[in-house]
C-alpha cells in the first residue's frame, strides 16, 4: 500500500515493539524522557569557546536540552551578552563560570517523567 503512493520507509531508522529508544536526541521510554548521554558526553569535553561563533554554536547545542535544565536563560545570560551588538569581546569570571555550570548542568540533567 506505501509502494502504490511512493512512501519508502527506513528499516535502520525504523524501532518496534522496543522497550525504550532514541528520538530526535532523546531517549524516550515508557514513562520518562531523558538526554542522550552520548550527546551531552561530547558537550561535556568542550573547552570554553573564544569566538562569537563558538559561543553561538555552544548555546545552540546546549539549548537543545533546554527543558531539562531549570533557569536555563538565566544560567546562559552572561554568554548571550557577548553576543549583543557593538559588545567588546571580553572574557570575564560569569562567562566561564555560566559555561561551566551549563555543562554541568547537562551532564547531571533530571529525567522528565510523562504527565498521566
Known sequence: RCEDINLCLNWEKSHFMVKEGIVLGH????NEIEVDKAKVNVIAK???????KGICSFL?????YRRFIQDFSKIAWPMTCLLEKDTPFFFFN???EAFQK?????TE????IAPD
Do not use: D, M, W
Open 27 to 30: 531517549k524516550i521510554s515508557k
Open 46 to 52: 568542550l573547552p570554553h569557546p573564544t569566538t562569537v
Open 60 to 64: 545552540g547545542h546546549a539549548s537543545f
Open 94 to 96: 560569569e562567562f566561564i
Open 102 to 106: 551549563l555543562k554541568r548542568k547537562l
Open 109 to 112: 540533567a533530571p529525567i522528565l
